[in-house]
């Protein structure tokens, strides 16, 4: 905006979705704000570090409590828009991908009533690169970027990025409607471990292991090859490592992923509850994203 004659920088709020695996403190803490993912259990709407924490979610989903997701209310999201709109010029919303969730196309359809305000990103990512994609925006902003500008660039590098993930059961997969019963009675026969792969909007299946060494070293050959053959090289990568309810399992994977690829920048996160609600208890997984930190400007 101008005021007496001088340009003046855009002021940007950058917000995006507990599915990146942001929460309140760490958002405080990085300068961005997120938007709480609520989930329902057994009829009541939770929303995670609210009003039921992780074990006790375990706990219930592992007695068969029946658990489904949601999307944020429209009416809380404008507010959140609005109150934040009364200290910054524009907003950058970055919600989990439009392929996994219509949360996105109704943040664009509400977006349209902010005048040009509010640029919804649909950057069709989820958890560790949903939170890369944050941490690119917050930096671009503060780069002097536009929101519209930073929205495209969202949307151009969307396909940078790739997660492999291990479920330790078909059965949280069927009950969400992610696979057919008859795929998850095939895979609880013969005990295997399915992997899913997410590049781009989708969740597809991507192969099947018959023990954890073995998805392992699927996801680790999967991650590599896309690390050469896509990014041209571990330097121009972040590696992370995601998982429910899996800590020991993860740090160890994080530590030969760190001696494979000969690099320390290698990210650990718990997957939010509003994702596990879909892969259960025990997933475990690698991902990397396109550093995007020399991006040139337009």
Same mark, same amino acid.
Request: a neutral charge; aromatic letters at 4%; proline letters at 3%.
């Given at each position: 905006? %101008?005021?007496?004659?001088t ?19 760490e ?17 009541e709407?939770?929303?995670e ?8 979610? /375990?706990?219930?989903?592992?007695a ?20 934040l709109?009364?200290? /910054?010029?524009?907003v950058? /919303? ?13 943040? %664009? ?13 649909d ?7 949903? %939170?890369e994609?944050?941490?690119? *925006? ?26 492999y ?19 998850? *009675? ?23 292991a ?16 896309d ?25 160890a ?5 760190? *001696? ?7 990210f ?20 990397c994203?396109?550093?995007q930190?020399? /991006?040139?400007?337009?």
């Open positions: 905006m %101008r005021r007496a004659g340009i003046v920088s855009e002021s940007i709020a950058v917000v995006t979705d507990t599915n990146s695996g942001i929460m309140a403190d958002a405080a803490r990085l300068g961005v704000h997120v938007v709480p993912m609520p989930f329902v259990v057994d009829g709407e939770c929303f570090g609210v009003n039921l924490d992780a074990e006790r979610f /375990y706990e219930r989903q592992e068969g409590a029946d658990i489904a997701t949601s999307q944020p209310s429209i009416v809380d999201l404008g507010m959140r828009w609005r109150d709109l009364q200290a /910054y010029d524009t950058v /919303y970055i919600p989990m991908s439009s392929g996994l969730s219509g949360s996105c196309e109704t943040a %664009r359809g509400l977006a349209e009533h902010f005048g040009g305000r509010v640029q919804v990103a950057n069709q990512r989820i958890s560790v690169t949903q %939170r994609a944050t941490l690119d *925006a917050l930096r671009w902003a503060g780069e002097g970027r536009s929101a519209a500008e930073i929205r495209a660039l969202l949307e151009e590098t969307r396909l940078d990025a790739s997660i993930l291990m479920v330790d059961t078909m059965d949280h997969l069927r009950r969400s409607g992610r696979i057919t019963p008859a795929a998850a *009675a095939v895979g609880s026969v013969l005990k295997i471990k399915p992997v899913l792969q997410i590049q781009g909007e989708k969740l597809d299946a991507f192969t099947v018959k023990s954890l060494k073995a998805a392992k070293r699927a996801m680790m050959k999967a991650l590599a090859r690390v050469d053959e896509r990014f041209g090289g571990v330097e121009n990568v972040h590696l992370y490592v995601a998982h429910t309810n899996r800590e020991g399992d993860a740090l994977l994080a530590d030969e992923m760190r *001696a494979a690829f000969g690099s320390g920048d290698v650990v996160d718990r997957l939010p509850l509003s994702i596990a609600c879909h892969v259960g208890p025990g997933a475990l997984g690698v991902g994203a396109k550093r930190e020399m /991006y040139p400007a337009s």
